[in-house]
């Protein structure tokens, strides 16, 4: 008898797997982030953008899930699994609810379809290994297959179709780091594109259209395409162990995750050092996080969001980082400490990643002393997570940004849902 392929063993453990009433509960905390999040981004250039090109070109679920995903990824506050480097929220999440909606499925429905959509763009995440990162966006690249699966759940789809439908997901998998270099907004079209792709291969697949069952280790695949050292072996590791949503992290800073742990690190030594009495400024992390955020002149509000140098100073001068931490202003009232932050990779924190994302801060003051902060984690991941009041206050903050200033309904509907039927997005021509 043929072995099964990559997909079909992933796909039929995920859907045999029992979600119980907490797993649920985390998912809740997941939906109110995303939601939260694109209401935030509602006037931003970039919301206003999706939502002028949803209002001219249909109305259709995939096309929904592209706007609401894009704005869910727009602010750089949504959520980061880090063994897959894969922000699911802004693409499971519209997904499923758009889906949801179409289909006039539960909550518990769509709960149930965020959790596993969630898993699928996890474990081939963890399985793309981390050579695919330095080119791709694993959350481009990895959230077509969480959005198909989340899809395939919401159409009861059976085994053999949602494998169909991971399998034409997996063929429209993109997306490139080089908006990065350029300051373009290309980020925001990854996460939304990812939802729509895996719409629209579920809804085929639901129809008749086929997918290679071997998208992941055929000799054509993703793997062959993408990965120079891909990890097979994620796909299957710890299948009993704890839904991976439960090991997703939730940002408290509006800034790309790799920067967290400096930041939490540098509110800590902030608290007792003024930065005028601060000769040097050493962090200390694992590469991948120099990669994508050594930026030593950031010129834009999203420079600086990408910015080590800038992130540590802020947090340096302030016990609170938020929006206007990077706006103009920001920007030039630090920029004269920028060139005392030098940055380097650390083999510990390196071996660790991307399990564990890391980094230490080591001052050097005017006076000859020297202090020192390390993190292993960053507040908001699993190990210290935001509490559900937390959770409600970001939420609550990033709706008033989008001027949903009435936001106890909506935050109530979603904690509720279950047992509340899925009420429709407050954002203009996404309802």
Known sequence: ?????????????????????????IARLFVLDAVACAIGAKTTPQGEIFRDWYAHSGTD?????????????????????????????????PAAWAVARRENASGTAMLD???????????????????????????????????????????????????????SAGTQSSGLWEF??????????????????????????????????????????FFAATCPDPQP?????????????????????????????????????????DLDDIEDIDVSTYQAAINVCNRPLPQTDYDAKFSLQHCV?????????????????AREALSGYWNRVRLSADASFDVAYPDSWGAEIRLTLKNGDTA??????????????????????????LMSMGALNDNRGLIDSIMSLGLAPIPALPLPGLS
Not at 375 to 394: I, V
Request: charged share 20%; aromatic share 6%.
């Open 1 to 25: 008898m043929e072995s099964p392929s990559l997909t079909e063993a992933l796909v039929d453990w995920v859907m045999a797997k029992p979600i119980t009433d907490h797993d649920r509960d």
């Open 61 to 93: 679920a995939g096309r929904q899930a592209m706007a609401f995903g894009a704005m869910v990824h727009t602010l750089e506050i949504d959520d980061l699994h880090r063994a897959s480097v894969v922000h699911l929220g802004c693409v499971v999440i």
């Open 113 to 167: 379809a965020v959790v596993r959509g969630f898993e699928v763009a996890c474990r081939i995440g963890m399985a793309v290994g981390p050579a695919h990162y330095e080119i791709w966006h694993n959350t481009a690249t990895c959230g077509p297959f969480g959005a198909a699966m989340a899809t395939a759940c919401l159409l009861n789809l059976s085994a053999e179709k949602s494998v169909d439908a991971l399998g």
């Open 180 to 221: 990065l270099s350029a300051g373009a907004m290309s980020k925001h079209l990854h996460a939304g594109r990812a939802a729509e792709a895996g719409i629209t291969a579920a809804d085929l697949a639901s129809l008749g259209l086929t997918g290679p069952k071997t998208i992941l280790e055929g000799k054509q695949g």
């Open 233 to 273: 072996s994620a796909i299957n590791t710890g299948i009993d162990q704890p839904w991976q949503v439960h090991q997703t992290s939730i940002k408290p800073w509006p800034s790309c995750r790799h920067t967290h742990p400096t930041i939490d690190a540098a509110l800590e030594l902030g608290s007792r050092y």
């Open 313 to 329: 100073v802020a947090a340096l001068s302030s016990p609170q980082v938020d929006f206007h931490s990077f706006n103009d202003s």
């Open 372 to 397: 020192v902060a390390s993190r292993h984690f960053a507040k908001g991941d699993p190990e210290a997570a935001l509490t559900p009041a937390e959770m409600m206050e970001k939420a609550a903050g």
